[in-house]
């Protein structure tokens, strides 16, 4: 499985951008996918996922209300809109995924996108 990450730019604080995640090698929907971020100086933590094949989804406290995961099958895309960014949202947002069920767990995931950069300016 290859995933690839892309979307990234920058912003002012209250824009929006859409991440997309494409994977190839085995159906989306067979993966439970997730997205991770990580800012400068920090560790790297959980930010949204999408389980396999019946879709529950998870957020972080911190964008839960401002960030939607999706998942398009047959683009084999799962994509994270993130609405009225932050500042405090930036940081380099990794895709993960995994054959098993969703966890919040970085070491869980087996597979993962190259990171695309979000930067938010105040």
């Known amino acids: 499985v290859q995933l690839q990450a892309s979307g990234g730019g920058l912003v002012q604080a209250g824009d929006s951008l859409k991440l997309a995640c494409a994977s190839s090698?085995?159906?989306?929907?067979?993966?439970?996918t997730a997205w991770f971020r990580q800012a400068p100086g920090k560790e790297r933590e959980y930010v949204a996922g999408?389980?396999?094949?019946?879709?529950?989804?998870k957020y972080a406290d911190s964008v839960n209300g401002r960030f939607t995961i999706s998942r398009d099958n047959a683009k084999n895309t799962v994509y994270l809109q993130m609405n009225n960014l932050k500042p405090e949202d930036t940081a380099v947002y990794y895709c993960?995924?995994?054959?098993?069920?969703?966890?919040?767990?970085?070491?869980?995931?087996?597979?993962w996108g190259q990171g695309t950069l979000v930067t938010v300016s105040s």
């Open positions: 090698g085995r159906p989306s929907s067979s993966l439970s």
């Open positions: 993960a995924a995994r054959s098993g069920g969703w966890t919040f767990r970085a070491s869980a995931y087996d597979y």
């Open positions: 999408i389980s396999r094949s019946v879709d529950y989804t």
